[in-house]
């Protein structure tokens, strides 16, 4: 039985009063803690993504504009630190248990809550992404919050609740292009389940007011040529999957977002689906309002399970990042564990599942710190997989000793140009050579090189051998950085930069 202070319960933080609500604040100091020890080389996409936060915009080159947006808010109170540009990570993602904790606690009750609570913290993907700042943990913050004020709406329609969930979807287009998917399930449930809020006000601010919002972004793109979503397109036309990709594509989906919970979600899945097309068939679309439980495991589903299987198919035939289909797992915790518990041999391989991914937390913790602690057969896989973080100080530490006056940088790969920006004593602009007329990161969009030919340079070239487009040139320095018994090589030169041809 609900006991009374449990009923009483009437706003998102009078849930947070509670045993979950301190789990997350410890996870919280936890995680903060370990965020001063990692002592991790920022990747050169974090790089990237802070050299945008320098000149706030409304639009980049692959991106909305959110992850600059929130870089330049941290960098500004707590300045250009590692620490500062992942702040909004480990904000984001511990909003979204937050979240989840407090949706769960609402509908299915606070034990079911505390078990979601611990698995989405400790599942390796929104584990890692506490502490990596890129687009995506800003995105699950947006897509979970999303997703309350569309319950909420739908329990109680209302204007309040009508704008909330229009700003957090527009916001969420503000973040990722992914985002674009919520809002089209969004406008879908209503066209099939739910057709009588067609006609009011309510459903004309959900479907206008995130457009409005994502309308600066949208002229940006205008203004220069579409190029988000040229970039966003291209990412279709990859190359047919082979056997050793889909391999690794399945094997790691089911390592990042939980062996055992991975394989319940499809179980499951398959199951719930099978109920909602025999529901459809026999026009019996209300099968879920006749319940709040019942109806909650519905939406849960509906904006997990249905368009993670459209886009694992479109996976057969085109290579995916794994970290694309992150959003559809986000509100899988909310059914698949209360599925679970009807039946007592899942039950307990969701606690073996949650046994594994905390075994796992500790794993990763411990590694971060310790990248050569495994080797095999002379190969240590773990730099490797850190290796868009491993170098950068090193060779900002050489092109710093080599450099006098400020003299201008060129190099030929926008990772070397964010992370040299970021790393280098007067965080200079770094200008990225443009091969062929073709734009292809952000400098190209922000630079000409051009502008400094006949000047002399410094060149910090990612590989080897002399460059074509430089006269009274000389080698300054080679730079080898050691990976998995390989090397990262990267050479400056200095001469007059003559331009390219």
């Given at each position: 039985?609900?006991?009374?202070?449990?009923?009483?319960?009437?706003?998102?933080?009078?849930?947070?009063?509670?045993?979950?609500?301190?789990?997350?604040?410890?996870?919280?100091?936890?995680?903060?803690?370990?965020?001063?020890?990692?002592?991790?080389?920022?990747?050169?996409?974090?790089?990237?993504?802070?050299?945008?936060?320098?000149?706030?915009?409304?639009?980049?080159?692959?991106?909305?504009?959110?992850?600059?947006?929130?870089?330049?808010?941290?960098?500004?109170?707590?300045?250009?630190?590692?620490?500062?540009?992942?702040?909004?990570?480990?904000?984001?993602?511990?909003?979204?248990?937050?979240?989840?904790?407090?949706?769960?606690?609402?509908?299915?009750?606070?034990?079911?809550?505390?078990?979601?609570?611990?698995?989405?913290?400790?599942?390796?993907?929104?584990?890692?992404?506490?502490?990596?700042?890129?687009?995506?943990?800003?995105?699950?913050?947006?897509?979970?919050?999303?997703?309350?004020?569309?319950?909420?709406?739908?329990?109680?329609?209302?204007?309040?609740?009508?704008?909330?969930?229009?700003?957090?979807?527009?916001?969420?287009?503000?973040?990722?292009?992914?985002?674009?998917?919520?809002?089209?399930?969004?406008?879908?449930?209503?066209?099939?389940?739910?057709?009588?809020?067609?006609?009011?006000?309510?459903?004309?601010?959900?479907?206008?007011?995130?457009?409005?919002?994502?309308?600066?972004?949208?002229?940006?793109?205008?203004?220069?040529?579409?190029?988000?979503?040229?970039?966003?397109?291209?990412?279709?036309?990859?190359?047919?999957?082979?056997?050793?990709?889909?391999?690794?594509?399945?094997?790691?989906?089911?390592?990042?977002?939980?062996?055992?919970?991975?394989?319940?979600?499809?179980?499951?899945?398959?199951?719930?689906?099978?109920?909602?097309?025999?529901?459809?068939?026999?026009?019996?679309?209300?099968?879920?309002?006749?319940?709040?439980?019942?109806?909650?495991?519905?939406?849960?589903?509906?904006?997990?399970?249905?368009?993670?299987?459209?886009?694992?198919?479109?996976?057969?035939?085109?290579?995916?990042?794994?970290?694309?289909?992150?959003?559809?797992?986000?509100?899988?915790?909310?059914?698949?564990?209360?599925?679970?518990?009807?039946?007592?041999?899942?039950?307990?391989?969701?606690?073996?599942?949650l046994f594994i991914i905390v075994?796992?937390?500790?794993?990763?913790?411990?590694?971060v710190r310790n990248p050569d602690?495994?080797?095999?057969?002379?190969?240590?896989?773990?730099?490797?997989?850190?290796?868009?973080?491993?170098?950068?100080?090193?060779?900002?530490?050489?092109?710093?000793?080599?450099?006098?006056?400020?003299?201008?940088?060129?190099?030929?790969?926008?990772?070397?140009?964010?992370?040299?920006?970021?790393?280098?004593?007067?965080?200079?602009?770094?200008?990225?050579?443009?091969?062929?007329?073709?734009?292809?990161?952000?400098?190209?969009?922000?630079?000409?090189?051009?502008?400094?030919v006949n000047k002399e340079v410094?060149?910090?070239?990612?590989?080897?051998?002399?460059?074509?487009?430089?006269?009274?040139?000389?080698?300054?320095?080679?730079?080898?950085?050691?990976?998995?018994?390989?090397?990262?090589?990267?050479?400056?030169?200095?001469?007059?930069?003559?331009?390219?041809?």
């Amino acid at each position: 039985m609900t006991s009374n202070l449990e009923f009483r319960r009437k706003y998102f933080v009078d849930y947070l009063i509670s045993g979950g609500g301190i789990i997350i604040l410890l996870l919280f100091v936890g995680k903060l803690y370990y965020l001063n020890e990692i002592n991790l080389t920022l990747s050169y996409d974090e790089s990237y993504y802070w050299d945008w936060s320098r000149k706030l915009d409304f639009g980049y080159y692959s991106k909305p504009p959110m992850v600059a947006w929130l870089i330049y808010l941290s960098t500004k109170i707590f300045g250009n630190t590692e620490n500062a540009i992942r702040l909004p990570a480990l904000l984001s993602i511990t909003f979204f248990t937050s979240i989840s904790y407090v949706l769960v606690c609402k509908y299915l009750g606070f034990s079911l809550a505390r078990l979601v609570l611990a698995t989405v913290s400790f599942t390796p993907i929104f584990f890692i992404y506490s502490f990596v700042m890129t687009i995506d943990p800003p995105l699950v913050f947006f897509w979970s919050l999303s997703f309350y004020y569309f319950v909420s709406f739908v329990y109680s329609p209302s204007l309040l609740f009508s704008i909330l969930l229009g700003i957090t979807i527009g916001l969420g287009l503000l973040t990722k292009q992914t985002m674009f998917i919520f809002y089209l399930l969004t406008l879908m449930y209503f066209f099939v389940f739910d057709r009588s809020q067609l006609r009011s006000k309510y459903f004309l601010i959900i479907l206008i007011l995130p457009l409005f919002i994502l309308s600066p972004n949208i002229f940006w793109n205008i203004k220069n040529n579409l190029i988000m979503f040229q970039h966003t397109a291209e990412h279709f036309t990859r190359t047919t999957p082979d056997i050793k990709y889909l391999l690794t594509f399945y094997l790691g989906l089911f390592i990042l977002y939980g062996p055992l919970f991975v394989l319940l979600f499809f179980v499951y899945g398959i199951k719930f689906l099978n109920v909602i097309i025999y529901k459809v068939k026999s026009s019996d679309l209300t099968f879920y309002k006749s319940n709040p439980k019942i109806g909650f495991i519905f939406y849960s589903f509906y904006f997990s399970f249905i368009p993670l299987l459209v886009f694992l198919s479109i996976s057969l035939f085109k290579k995916f990042n794994l970290n694309w289909i992150m959003p559809f797992f986000i509100t899988s915790f909310y059914w698949v564990i209360p599925f679970c518990f009807q039946h007592s041999l899942h039950r307990v391989l969701i606690y073996l599942n949650l046994f594994i991914i905390v075994l796992l937390a500790f794993l990763i913790i411990f590694l971060v710190r310790n990248p050569d602690a495994i080797e095999i057969k002379g190969s240590k896989p773990v730099k490797l997989a850190l290796s868009k973080f491993i170098g950068w100080r090193e060779l900002a530490d050489s092109v710093n000793k080599h450099r006098e006056n400020f003299i201008p940088i060129i190099t030929n790969h926008r990772e070397v140009a964010s992370s040299l920006a970021f790393y280098l004593k007067d965080h200079p602009e770094i200008c990225v050579l443009r091969e062929k007329n073709q734009v292809t990161n952000q400098y190209h969009l922000w630079y000409d090189c051009n502008t400094l030919v006949n000047k002399e340079v410094i060149y910090v070239q990612k590989g080897q051998g002399q460059p074509g487009f430089m006269r009274d040139i000389r080698m300054l320095d080679e730079v080898k950085i050691e990976l998995n018994g390989k090397s990262k090589i990267y050479q400056i030169w200095r001469g007059t930069f003559t331009g390219l041809k």
